[in-house]
């Protein structure tokens, strides 16, 4: 399936295979993929390198598998993995398979993934074993039993069910036929590469990138943080959502250096890797950038550090950075767009530009990647290369599942709202989008997290809080805090909610 065809998908665009192949050939040899060093604390199996031609083979062969389980060209297939090495090898393996990558928030649980697998028709999951304390594989493998259309769950790991099969041997050299080719008509840049889901307030949106709209949402951030060629990158953000793709994925392959992976927040393991590092470009969630930084886990003057804000509303406000390193701020608009800023010289944000967005800022005659503008409602509205064109699956916008939708200029609400700046040259975000509540990178309906807990006891409320570090939090009250969790875990409820409730004193691992 092919959205947004004409000037958007040039025929000479790269496919993100194509970008990965070009990084392999220039330096085969060259390290690609570095797992975290305390991975055995979250996850089975001990840390993996990859070199290119050993990702290149891996990536092969785990598409070859998905091929000889009988899915075809354009068939889904979610993903629910750790900040590891495989997540990276099934992400582009699915996509070699000429098939869609379906990456899922680790905190989702069987109901939210019954709900969005069911809503695009997935027909496979590729899972692990566990990832902190929770068992993945038997919630994947739960999931599958209420959803029709799957048809096949994969996984890595131990100890996996009865009916998954083990993806573990793709690290294994001729494990499987990985010479085959998959090919669709037109250019492989403008067939669909991905689905993430947004949330808007018609629900739980799912949203269809092209290669050409990933690498737009990519690039924006790679020009603005101005990285030699082969540079080192390590990445704190997981690949669930386009942020992750954007920040972590893209800017490897178009650099072409190695992904180190960092999952959670481990400081001993994290400040090893930035001494590892050397050189190279880190990406934070803007909540952890001025606490890490002050713990004195940031000293290399000459890394560079790309913030996430999923909260953009707050990003006007923030301190001036005191690291010495240069940062780049990344507003991140739900799964509608990207904009990228690096700061100035006074270390303070610089303010959004209403209109055009050039990449890199600084750059005379930079390209443009997004345009902004104020909606008539008073919210923040975006178009550009990276934004999708249509509603999701084909034909959604004869249906009454939620979507979204494009006004006549091409402009896709965000629900943020916005301001213009008293020289109308700039925009400054002001609010959320209404009734939802962001914890973390998860985005709630208020309604809905309600209506969950209603369900199981009328009489316990749960509230969202101001949170320093993750914007907000939830926090619930119940008669039997115990008994209330437990009944929420069994329903399958986003761990977050459930973990609203639980007894004081205990922690709840993803």
Known sequence: MILGEGSRTASTAASLDDLFRRAGVRHPDALALVDPANRENFTDGSPRTLTFAQADCAISTLAARLRGLGLQTDTIVAMQLPNTVEGVIAFLGVVRAGMIAVPMPLMWRQQEIVAALDHIGAKAIVTTSRIGKAAHAEIAMRAAAELFTIRHVCGFGRNLPDGIASL??????????????????????????????????????????????????????????????????????????????????????????????????????????????????????????????????LTNANQKIVSLWRAPERLAASKAWEGRSALVDVASFGETGLVAARRGDNRLPVAMPRGAVASSRRAPGAPIVIETTRSAAGTLALRGRMVPVQGFP????????????????????????????RDARTLIVTTPPPGVTVVGGYRFHRRDVDGLVAQVDPDATIVALPDADLGQRLAGSAANRADLLTKLKARGVNALISGAFQPRGASEAA
């Open 168 to 297: 573990d041997d793709v690290f294994t050299p001729g494990s499987a036929d990985a010479s085959m080719t998959y090919t669709r008509p037109g250019p492989a840049a403008a067939h669909v590469a991905a689905i993430t889901f947004g949330l808007d307030a018609n629900g739980l949106t799912p949203v269809a990138r092209s290669h050409v709209e990933l690498v737009a949402g990519g690039l924006e951030t790679f020009l603005e943080v101005d990285a030699a060629p082969d540079t080192p990158l390590l990445s704190t953000i997981s690949i669930a959502s386009l942020a992750g793709i954007a920040l972590t994925i893209l800017p490897w392959l178009l650099s072409g250096g190695t992904l180190h992976l960092h999952h959670g927040f481990d400081p001993q393991a994290f400040a090893a890797q930035c001494d590892a590092l050397g050189d190279g470009t880190v990406v934070l969630p803007a909540a952890a950038v001025a606490a890490i930084g002050d713990a004195g886990l």
């Open 394 to 421: 084909p034909g959604a916008e004869r249906g009454h599942t939620p979507r979204f939708s494009l006004e006549d200029a091409g402009y896709i609400d965000t629900g943020f709202g916005c301001r213009v700046s």
